[in-house]
């Protein structure tokens, strides 16, 4: 079986050794028909993330169709169109009792703590599948895992209807980050050095918040690009009383005086991923009852085969990069 793998830092292979996977009885078997990349794949092709082992399956951002179900599995079936949710959390410690899952501290993460699912066939927890209308767009399937960490940093940050909302960094989850903004009827403005990715912010709708008036603050400030910089500008933007929240992360410390927060009455929060079930759930509800698609943030698509430029471009690119698989699981039923 076919898998995109890192064989070594900065090393990206195509191989076609991997074992099909084996289904345990709570998990499907999914035929894998496209896998978005993000920041978190780079961070663990780079060596910033450290895996268990080397070689080592990418990928985490999954959707396709179920193909196989674990004989404890009876809702989920052949044939189904899901999305993977790829953070498991253990669902039995305090945290997870209390719905904080993303806090799990036996949280499993496919891609970087189990192997990725970037290959043609994957075992996955079936809990951890959401089916999705076979009539949605893939490009917009492809993008509801990154968009549910969007629709959650907008929401933790408490965006009121009207509020301008400062978007840091206009990679792929600063572009999701703006949507989700906009969809929470906040006014949205991008901060972003690259031209490319500025520019395509303000087409998908973004303000551009280098065109404002200078001194102008911001009751919520959403930082995606991690960079501490970029962080230490974001919150200079901040309005009294405002929200920052931290998307992006770093290792590299930011300066931060408590004489402005405190003077300015400043939140500062990071948001890590999402909470199951509640947050995929409200994903997919509000996908299926508004026009929201977005898909609109993909600009390149590439094969299976081509998964090391694919990645390549991912880090250079304005806008999102996925790779799509093709559709085999007729001939492995
Ligand atoms: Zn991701
Ligand atoms: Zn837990």
Redesign the pocket.
Known sequence: MKAAVLVAPDEVAVVDDRPEPSCGPRDVVVAVHGV??????LAVISGRRAVPSLPWVLG??AFGVVIAAGEEVTDRFAGQRVVVE?NYPCLACPACAAGATAGCAHRRAA?ITEPGLLAERVAVPARFTWPVPADWDETDVVCV??FT?ALNAVRMSGLAAGDRCLVAGAGS?GLLVAMAAAHAGGVPYIVEPHKGRRALALRLGAGDAAGLPAGTSFPVVIETSGAPEAFERALERLAPGGTLIAVGQSPRPARLTTFALVQQRLTVRGCLIYDHPADFSRTIAMLGEHDLHPGRVLRERFELAEAPKAFARAAEIAGKTWISLPRTEETHP
């Open positions: 978005g990349l993000c920041g978190s794949d985490h951002e790829p891609g895992e990154p960490v989850q």
